[in-house]
């Protein structure tokens, strides 16, 4: 069983649809980060999170500790959107990765 | 955006050659990290440095081998190309461990 695992593997929606992309881990870490890879391959850093809650522009994301569970969450959707999402965990100075989240919006 | 670049971007080489990849930072940051990017995986640790000739491998190291002589630039050197060695190679730097930057990916083909 991996120890990060991201749901779902694909997700095809509609232009102004709001998105979810989950991240569940099983180790204990000390920061989960979520990234951006559009196609063509350039990877982008989009969050850090350690607690709580981060928004930035129409991207939110969220974690808890406790349930060791990351949310990714699109507001108003856009085709520009369409990328894939990476997960990856913190753990003992180690970056442990997701396999990724294809998302791919339709206008 | 971080000051990294990869060289080359694109390489087609043949089985048994001996294949360098250049990772070039401006950012002075202290770790480097060289990942490959495979269909169906996630991205694979292959070596990272935290300093000037302070190296040490990941979880995928077998066949490749990293020098880091100065704190801009960190090669990746495939000793003998196998086919599967045929990936997306990525460069990561990182200052303190947070935030994280990466290169642009060299494709390589081992044919």
């Known amino acids: 069983k991996n120890e990060v695992e991201q749901s779902p593997q694909n997700l095809t929606a509609q232009e102004g649809e709001f998105i979810t992309i989950n991240c569940s881990y099983s180790v204990g870490i000390s920061a989960l980060h979520w990234l951006q890879q559009h196609p063509g391959g350039g990877i982008v850093s989009l969050f850090m999170?350690?607690?709580?809650?981060k928004k930035h522009g129409r991207l939110i994301a969220t974690i808890n500790i406790q349930e060791k569970h990351s949310s990714l969450h699109i507001t108003a959707s856009h085709p520009r959107d369409s990328a894939v999402y990476i997960c990856a965990v913190r753990s003992n100075y180690q970056l442990i990765w997701g396999a990724g989240t294809k998302l791919i919006i339709k206008p | 955006d971080a000051g990294i670049t990869q060289s080359p971007r694109h390489k087609v080489t043949e089985t048994g050659t001996p294949v360098t990849l250049r990772c070039h930072q401006t950012?002075?940051?202290?770790?480097m990290y060289w990942y490959r990017q495979d269909p169906g995986h996630g991205l694979r640790l292959i070596h990272y440095s935290y300093g000037v000739k302070d190296t040490d491998k990941g979880e995928v190291s077998d066949g490749y081998s990293v020098s880091r002589s100065k704190t801009e630039d960190f090669l990746l050197t495939l000793e003998s190309a196998t086919s599967s060695q045929t990936s997306v190679y990525f460069c990561?730097?990182?200052?303190?461990?947070?935030?994280?930057?990466f290169g642009n990916g060299t494709r390589l083909t081992v044919t």
């Open positions: 990561a730097i990182s200052e303190d461990l947070s935030a994280l930057h």
């Open positions: 999170l350690s607690s709580g809650k």
């Open positions: 950012e002075n940051h202290r770790y």
